[in-house]
């Protein structure tokens, strides 16, 4: 509907593995950025690309890493993943400073 | 303090109800304002950016004070489709979230 897709939808993964999280922004948007949403919590702003560079970053550690790639898709990688990265993850593309639009996300459980 | 503040739920109103939510932020700097809207287990939609001089859409009114750094949406003539959490998101290059309300709209 937005034009944002996410995958997976869900994934369960144990403590100390890693996951990669994709997305595909909507066609024309040049930006994108994660945002982690804990339950009962706003989106936490992770990081936001712009023309595959790291253009701002949240409070994040730096086992939290991406990449944005020349068609303006996205992954999201957390390396060491510990038990409070539970969460949903979101990806948000817009086309310079217009309002954000998200994708379904990616509702990350881990054991 | 928390970057982007919104008042505590849930609102339990009628239909028909009029309800106003507040949000307020502490980065004077910002310079963009959002309402979203955000469904159980569904990813937040933009319901309406927010300006200087109010704008509305519909059954719903946003406005903003720079001077006292709060933002609000107002709904009138609650629809039980109205139910769901409200999220204000302030920003710039990022964007800042609120905790969000819950309203909960009752026949």
């Known amino acids: 509907e937005t034009g944002v897709t996410q995958s997976p939808t869900h994934l369960i993964k144990t403590r100390g593995q890693q996951v990669t999280l994709r997305c595909s922004s909507q066609?024309?948007?040049?930006?994108v950025s994660w945002y982690q949403q804990a339950l009962g919590q706003g989106p936490q702003f992770i990081f936001q690309?712009?023309?595959?560079?790291?253009?701002g970053r949240g409070n994040f550690p730096p086992r939290f890493s991406g990449l944005q790639f020349p068609n303006y898709s996205s992954e999201l990688n957390v390396n060491a993943l510990e038990l409070d990265d539970s969460a949903l993850y979101l990806c948000?593309?817009?086309?310079?400073?217009?309002?954000?639009?998200f994708g379904d996300g990616t509702r990350l459980s881990i054991l | 303090r928390k970057e982007v503040e919104q008042d505590p739920g849930p609102f339990n109103v009628p239909e028909g109800a009029t309800v106003a939510f507040n949000c307020t932020y502490s980065?004077?700097?910002?310079?963009?304002f959002f309402w979203y809207r955000q469904d159980c287990r569904k990813e937040p939609k933009l319901l309406m950016s927010?300006?200087?001089s109010g704008n509305e859409d519909g059954r719903f009114t946003a406005q903003l004070n720079r001077a006292s750094q709060y933002i609000s949406l107002l709904i009138r003539d609650s629809k039980l489709s109205d139910s769901a959490t409200y999220l204000c998101?302030?920003?710039?290059?990022?964007?800042?979230f609120g905790a969000g309300t819950i309203l909960r709209v009752k026949s």
């Open positions: 066609s024309g948007h040049n930006t």
């Open positions: 998101a302030v920003g710039g290059n990022k964007l800042v």
């Open positions: 980065n004077s700097a910002s310079q963009s």
């Open positions: 927010v300006y200087s």
């Open positions: 948000a593309s817009r086309l310079d400073r217009e309002p954000q639009h």
């Open positions: 690309y712009y023309r595959e560079e790291e253009n």
